[in-house]
């Protein structure tokens, strides 16, 4: 029987972009990295021989899903808008699980676009999606 017990607190979870530090996250999931492309992929021959391509891309896309009053949409929009203009909206990305001992880190990043903006009856969320040039730390 083991006696590991590990815990999570979505406090602990922080996300720099640049300088900012990235607040007003929404109430269920706030963050997903996801690798892009296949990954790893392979094909087999007739004769049954398999070859397989490792994948040299090291492009992730992050997106971050923030309640629609945080402070942090007005910072992900200016860097956007400063990208369209002079190509200098590229900030670094990290993202840390303090408890969980996780961290991904990207020296480049950028806004691909601007975020859906809704407003109704109850607080609404903006998605944003970043491109980078990361990696996951342990």
């Known amino acids: 029987m083991s006696n590991r017990i590990t815990s999570y607190d979505a406090k602990k979870v922080t ?35 398999i070859a397989r391509s490792i994948p040299v891309s090291t492009l992730y896309t992050v997106k971050i899903t923030l309640l629609q009053n945080s402070k942090s949409n007005d910072y992900f929009e200016k860097m956007y808008k400063m990208d369209r203009q002079s190509g200098n909206g590229i900030f670094s990305i990290t993202i840390s699980d303090i408890l969980g001992g996780q961290k991904f880190a990207a020296p480049q990043g950028w806004v691909t676009k601007i975020a859906p903006f809704s407003r109704g009856k109850d607080q609404k969320t903006r998605e944003w999606e970043i491109v980078c040039d990361g990696e996951f730390k342990n």
Do not use: L, P, R
Request: with cysteine.
């Open 15 to 49: 996300i720099a972009a640049g300088y900012h530090n990235v607040t007003g996250f929404a109430e269920d999931s706030f963050v997903n990295i996801e690798q892009s492309g296949d990954g790893v992929t392979a094909v087999q021959g007739c004769d049954g021989e």
